[in-house]
């Protein structure tokens, strides 16, 4: 048995109080005068033996509302060593504070201190928030904890709570103490709170739910374009992703979206309770460059969220490399060496420019007859992480080689060459190739025939589809999805060798959309705290990101990788908004960084933990807290005995008066 507050326990010296009011009051002798001595000794002899026994009642119950009044204070508790979560010896202890948008933070902290004052100064905490930055992973005395407590600010950073929980319990696992503990001072949002990837292992755990209540969000969840490149004078079509987190329907919500400051489409939508709805916003692209924008939503009480950013970086041109086996390709240059947005180099294939292969959006392989080991690796790392490829083959194509390394990319195969002439019968009109070539579906579209042509031959591990086919099924034109890129696979060669489709009325769009739709948007935003690196097109060391609308400026760290150069923010970067890049003065590049959009689903978990006992923080040394139920028992028995007391009282003087 211990004490909360063992200072109250000094009221027990009360218990004199009624102890002497018994002794001096009652056993205090009265001269009563009588006429008849007979009558007192009657009175007497009835009442006597009653009287005492309520008198000493009264005595009990007057002693038992002080005990019970002074334990009510003090605060009593059953030590249980075994769970305890301050124990005698050297505790270790991990502190959690959840420094989100949707936490009270002073509330936060002031739990936290409180925490720490339970301690000793010879105990040892760790402080963590939702940065989890690597200055918070060590251990240091009371004293530097509680000033730490008073630097936490506000983070846009949103982690799971099973990433907080198991990085808590891997510190403790490199620390050794008596006791281990870790506290979780949070609101626990329902979006964040994923207790089915908690660690279990043998260290206590304290879930000390911050008090507060469910409230009504519609927010912009996220935003993207089907769209395949940004080009100027080509529309752009926005889909945005809004939801509802409230508990009431919401009817016309104005969405605006602003380009370069200003607003150039607009859309109201209704919302019931809990609906996710995608909204389509049209823009047509103005200029080249960099265009900072927004889509904005009006609603409160949450406002944080109310906009969500985006850049657009339109390039001034699209740039292909074209690997040929003997030379240029007569009808490509002829396409593109008058166009201004597409940009193509020509090397031969013995000497490529591997190094400048990461400033291509696409590779075209013109009439191939053998890959080097070598190129075929180079060309791999770029299908895999840069860009698109293209291959067309040729009558002198060593199949074996060929096939080696399309094989090692997990594509199709090319069979032995067919000499039969063939027709094209079907194209497929819904391709993203065929985007914007037909006004109407059409049937009288004339289609391309092959003199020859090599089958391609599909594998289990390849994926494929069909643009261009055959009337024997076989496909005249392929395209291989790949994780970021494209493969684009022809049966015939670029000439009228093979075929006449360098002369048909398919081989200008469809080459040109090959061209452009392989162009790599560059990302149109980025999550704060969950994606540090952010690429950049500029190779310059040196360079300075600052904030288009704040004060926000920062010089951030320059990595080169096999996609170029990126740029990693190190957590420099706190507010949402778009941002600039700058190189001595002059823009190179934007992006944009948006909150997290778990935080703003304001639903919070208000039920215990499931398998884990969440707990008040009203606990001490060695100890399990009383509950208020049980403080309850003891303002119940006071009253109790109050009662008693009066009733007794009552009683004495009855019987005084007879």
Same mark, same amino acid.
């Given at each position: 048995?211990?004490?909360?507050?063992?200072?109250?326990?000094?009221?027990?010296?009360?218990?004199?109080?009624?102890?002497?009011?018994?002794?001096?009051?009652?056993?205090?002798?009265?001269?009563?005068?009588?006429?008849?001595?007979?009558?007192?000794?009657?009175?007497?002899?009835?009442?006597?033996?009653?009287?005492?026994?309520?008198?000493?009642? =009264?005595? !009990?119950?007057?002693?038992?509302?002080?005990?019970?009044?002074? =334990?009510?204070?003090?605060?009593?508790?059953?030590?249980?060593?075994?769970?305890?979560?301050?124990? *005698?010896?050297?505790?270790?202890?991990?502190?959690?504070?959840?420094?989100?948008?949707?936490?009270?933070?002073?509330?936060?902290?002031?739990?936290?201190?409180?925490?720490?004052?339970?301690? /000793?100064?010879?105990?040892?905490?760790?402080?963590?928030?939702?940065? !989890?930055?690597?200055?918070?992973?060590?251990?240091?005395?009371?004293?530097?904890?509680?000033?730490?407590?008073? +630097?936490?600010?506000?983070?846009?950073? /949103?982690?799971?709570?099973?990433?907080?929980?198991?990085?808590?319990?891997?510190?403790?696992?490199?620390?050794?103490?008596?006791?281990?503990?870790?506290?979780?001072?949070?609101?626990?949002?329902?979006?964040?709170?994923?207790?089915?990837?908690?660690?279990?292992?043998?260290?206590?755990?304290?879930?000390?739910?911050?008090?507060?209540?469910?409230?009504?969000?519609?927010?912009?969840? &996220?935003?993207?374009?089907?769209?395949?490149?940004?080009?100027?004078?080509?529309?752009? *079509?926005?889909?945005?992703?809004?939801?509802?987190?409230?508990?009431?329907?919401?009817?016309?919500?104005?969405?605006?979206?602003?380009?370069?400051?200003?607003?150039?489409?607009?859309?109201?939508?209704?919302?019931?309770?809990?609906?996710?709805?995608?909204?389509?916003?049209?823009?047509?692209?103005?200029?080249?460059?960099?265009?900072?924008?927004?889509?904005?939503?009006?609603?409160?009480?949450?406002?944080?969220?109310?906009?969500?950013?985006?850049?657009?970086?339109?390039?001034?041109? #699209?740039? #292909?490399? &074209?690997?040929?086996?003997?030379?240029?390709?007569?009808?490509?240059?002829?396409?593109?060496?008058?166009? +201004?947005?597409?940009?193509?180099?020509?090397?031969?294939?013995?000497?490529?420019?591997?190094?400048?292969?990461?400033?291509?959006?696409?590779?075209?392989?013109?009439?191939?007859?053998?890959?080097?080991?070598?190129?075929?690796?180079?060309?791999?790392?770029?299908?895999?992480?840069?860009?698109?490829?293209?291959?067309?083959?040729? =009558?002198?194509?060593?199949?074996?080689?060929?096939?080696?390394?399309?094989?090692?990319?997990?594509?199709?195969?090319?069979?032995?060459?067919?000499?039969?002439?063939?027709?094209?019968?079907?194209?497929?009109?819904?391709?993203?190739?065929?985007?914007?070539?037909?006004?109407?579906?059409?049937?009288?579209?004339?289609?391309? /025939?092959?003199?020859?042509?090599?089958?391609?031959?599909?594998?289990?591990?390849?994926?494929?589809?069909?643009?261009?086919?055959?009337?024997?099924?076989?496909?005249?034109?392929?395209?291989?999805?790949?994780?970021?890129?494209?493969?684009?696979?022809?049966?015939?060669?670029?000439?009228?060798?093979?075929?006449?489709?360098?002369?048909?009325? !398919?081989?200008?769009?469809?080459?040109?959309?090959?061209?452009?739709?392989?162009?790599?948007?560059?990302?149109?935003?980025?999550?704060?705290?969950?994606? +540090?690196?952010?690429? &950049?097109?500029?190779?310059?060391?040196?360079?300075?990101?600052?904030?288009?609308?704040?004060?926000?400026?920062?010089?951030?760290?320059?990595?080169?990788?096999?996609?170029?150069?990126?740029?990693?923010?190190?957590?420099?970067?706190?507010?949402?908004?778009?941002?600039?890049?700058?190189?001595?003065?002059?823009?190179?590049?934007?992006?944009?960084?948006?909150?997290?959009?778990? +935080?703003?689903?304001?639903?919070?978990?208000?039920?215990?933990?499931?398998?884990?006992?969440?707990?008040?923080?009203?606990?001490?040394?060695?100890?399990?807290?009383?509950?208020?139920?049980?403080?309850?028992?003891?303002?119940?028995?006071?009253?109790?005995?109050?009662?008693?007391?009066?009733?007794?009282?009552?009683?004495?003087?009855?019987?005084?008066?007879?």
């Amino acid at each position: 048995m211990g004490f909360q507050n063992p200072y109250f326990l000094f009221g027990l010296f009360a218990l004199l109080i009624p102890i002497v009011i018994h002794f001096f009051n009652f056993h205090r002798y009265k001269k009563v005068y009588f006429t008849n001595v007979s009558v007192l000794r009657e009175i007497e002899i009835k009442s006597k033996k009653t009287s005492n026994i309520y008198k000493w009642l =009264l005595l !009990l119950f007057r002693c038992l509302t002080i005990v019970f009044l002074v =334990l009510l204070f003090s605060a009593p508790y059953l030590k249980n060593d075994e769970k305890a979560l301050v124990k *005698d010896g050297e505790n270790v202890v991990v502190v959690f504070v959840d420094n989100s948008f949707s936490v009270r933070l002073d509330r936060a902290k002031a739990k936290a201190k409180e925490i720490a004052e339970m301690y /000793s100064s010879t105990d040892r905490f760790c402080l963590l928030t939702m940065d !989890l930055s690597g200055k918070e992973r060590h251990f240091v005395d009371k004293d530097r904890f509680i000033y730490l407590l008073t +630097e936490i600010e506000t983070t846009p950073t /949103s982690r799971m709570m099973s990433e907080v929980y198991n990085t808590a319990h891997k510190l403790l696992e490199n620390q050794n103490g008596d006791n281990k503990v870790c506290f979780f001072i949070s609101d626990f949002q329902k979006s964040c709170l994923d207790e089915e990837n908690f660690k279990h292992d043998s260290i206590n755990n304290v879930f000390l739910p911050l008090e507060t209540g469910d409230l009504n969000n519609i927010f912009i969840d &996220s935003l993207w374009s089907e769209t395949k490149s940004v080009m100027q004078g080509r529309g752009v *079509d926005l889909k945005v992703r809004v939801k509802n987190s409230s508990n009431q329907d919401a009817e016309k919500i104005p969405l605006k979206l602003f380009v370069d400051n200003k607003q150039v489409a607009v859309a109201s939508l209704d919302m019931k309770e809990g609906e996710s709805k995608v909204v389509d916003l049209s823009f047509n692209v103005e200029r080249k460059g960099i265009l900072h924008s927004r889509v904005n939503i009006m609603d409160s009480p949450v406002v944080f969220d109310n906009d969500y950013y985006f850049t657009l970086l339109v390039e001034e041109k #699209v740039k #292909v490399l &074209s690997l040929n086996q003997k030379g240029e390709n007569p009808y490509l240059m002829r396409l593109f060496s008058e166009e +201004e947005e597409v940009l193509i180099d020509n090397y031969n294939l013995s000497n490529p420019p591997y190094n400048d292969f990461n400033t291509y959006d696409l590779i075209i392989l013109n009439q191939i007859e053998t890959i080097e080991d070598g190129l075929a690796m180079e060309l791999k790392k770029y299908v895999e992480n840069i860009g698109s490829l293209m291959v067309v083959p040729s =009558l002198q194509m060593d199949l074996k080689n060929v096939n080696s390394f399309l094989n090692s990319l997990s594509l199709p195969y090319y069979d032995k060459l067919k000499t039969q002439k063939v027709r094209v019968n079907k194209y497929d009109k819904d391709n993203f190739l065929f985007k914007g070539v037909f006004s109407q579906d059409r049937d009288d579209i004339f289609l391309p /025939s092959a003199k020859m042509y090599y089958p391609i031959k599909t594998t289990a591990q390849s994926a494929r589809q069909s643009v261009l086919t055959y009337s024997n099924s076989d496909d005249f034109f392929v395209v291989c999805p790949k994780t970021i890129s494209n493969v684009y696979m022809l049966s015939v060669g670029l000439d009228t060798t093979f075929s006449d489709f360098v002369n048909n009325s !398919l081989f200008v769009p469809l080459m040109w959309n090959v061209c452009v739709l392989s162009q790599q948007a560059n990302p149109f935003y980025h999550i704060i705290g969950e994606e +540090e690196i952010i690429p &950049s097109n500029s190779a310059e060391e040196t360079l300075v990101v600052k904030g288009l609308n704040d004060s926000i400026e920062f010089i951030p760290q320059v990595i080169k990788n096999q996609k170029g150069y990126s740029l990693k923010l190190h957590n420099q970067a706190t507010k949402s908004g778009n941002y600039n890049v700058i190189n001595n003065g002059e823009i190179v590049s934007g992006f944009s960084l948006n909150y997290s959009p778990k +935080e703003s689903v304001m639903e919070f978990e208000t039920k215990k933990l499931k398998g884990i006992e969440s707990q008040n923080l009203k606990f001490s040394k060695s100890q399990y807290p009383l509950t208020s139920h049980n403080q309850y028992i003891f303002v119940l028995l006071s009253l109790l005995t109050i009662i008693c007391e009066t009733i007794l009282i009552y009683k004495l003087n009855k019987i005084t008066k007879q």
